[in-house]
């Protein structure tokens, strides 16, 4: 899959956070990218079947852990990761719980270069958990146990 095909959520409601995490996508080749400033905006457009999901956890209306958990029970082959501010480590570890793949904080000096990192891990991921379903599905076609 070429990064031109990916199709990538931030959920950001600093707007110049935001475009910073864009700039830095758009810059390696990602161009598939739609901003939220809200969690329920995310998981209102979230049947357009994103591939990831970079999400902070402060949001307005909801965290990022209640957006987590409805992301991945509506599609466990999002992957999801947690760019933050927050350093609550109870917050961390329910993220990387709930099916995060990460999580950057914010405040970190190469938070960007991770992330770059991350998204690459996101896509290998995504592919093997898509190649693990077909070939169950394959087994079940020719009822192979």
């Not at 707007?15 to 390696?28: C, G, P, Q, W």
């Not at 709930?98 to 405040?107: L, N, Q, V």
Request: aromatic share 8%.
């Amino acid at each position: 899959m070429k990064t031109t095909e990916i199709k990538i959520f931030i959920v950001e409601d600093d707007k110049f956070y935001a475009e910073l995490i864009r700039n830095t996508l758009v810059n390696d080749g990602y161009k598939n990218i739609q901003l939220f400033d809200t969690g329920k905006g995310c998981l209102d457009y979230k049947g357009a079947s994103p591939n990831i999901v970079i999400l902070d956890h402060m949001l307005d209306q909801m965290d990022g852990l209640h957006v987590l958990r409805e992301i991945k029970s509506a599609d466990p082959l999002i992957q999801v990761i947690f760019l933050s501010a927050q350093e609550n480590m109870d917050v961390v570890i329910d993220a990387l719980k709930y099916g995060a793949i990460d999580y950057i904080e914010k405040t970190e000096q190469h938070a960007m270069t991770r992330l770059l990192v991350m998204m690459d891990k996101a896509i290998q991921n995504q592919k093997k958990m898509w190649r693990n379903n077909r070939i169950e599905k394959l087994k079940g076609w020719f009822l192979i146990k």
